[in-house]
């Protein structure tokens, strides 16, 4: 059955497989999942069993115990290398998109500190312009590391 796995999914069976043991094997998995048992965990993360995935939610769950992206880092590290993956240069228009969303960013903290507290709400809007920063960081990078 082996060779029934393109080499992509073999890796990632494996790296399912290295974050079960991150957080202590099969069992202690199970029992921070609450509901898989050991043999399904286990067979989730066996290159022998093709048609059996552990799921984001359960990856998500088990990387936040591991206190590691075991198999999200993996994922994100095969994105940036395949070579089937459109590519593009980096533009005038990524200066453009780093001034809005950084201006937007220090708009929110200024207004978040204007009255000497932080509440939640302001957090949350910090929060949501601070990752919409990033994820425009995140993408003018990936233009300059590996862009065409």
């Known amino acids: 059955m082996m060779e029934d796995l ?9 790296t399912g497989h290295a974050l079960v043991e991150a957080v202590g094997g099969c069992v202690a998995a199970k029992v921070l999942l609450g509901h898989r048992s050991p043999s399904t965990i286990s067979a989730q993360t066996s290159i022998s ?10 990856t998500m769950i088990l ?5 590691r992206p075991i198999v999200s880092e993996w994922m994100v ?3 940036k290398t395949d070579p089937e993956r459109v590519r593009r240069p980096l533009s005038i228009e990524d200066v453009a998109r780093l001034a809005k969303e950084g201006a937007e ?3 929110a903290i200024l207004a978040a500190l204007a ?5 939640q709400l302001d957090r949350a809007t910090v929060a949501r312009e ?7 960081a995140s993408d003018v990078l990936d233009a300059v590391e590996f862009g065409a």
């Not at 990387?63 to 206190?67: F, G, V």
């Open 6 to 14: 393109a080499p992509d999914l073999k890796a990632l069976k494996a």
């Open 49 to 58: 069993d093709p048609d059996r995935w552990m799921s984001v939610r359960d």
């Open 63 to 67: 990387e936040r115990h591991a206190q």
């Open 77 to 79: 590290e095969r994105h």
């Open 105 to 107: 960013g220090k708009l």
């Open 115 to 119: 009255d000497g507290k932080v509440d």
């Open 130 to 136: 601070m990752r919409e920063l990033i994820a425009v």
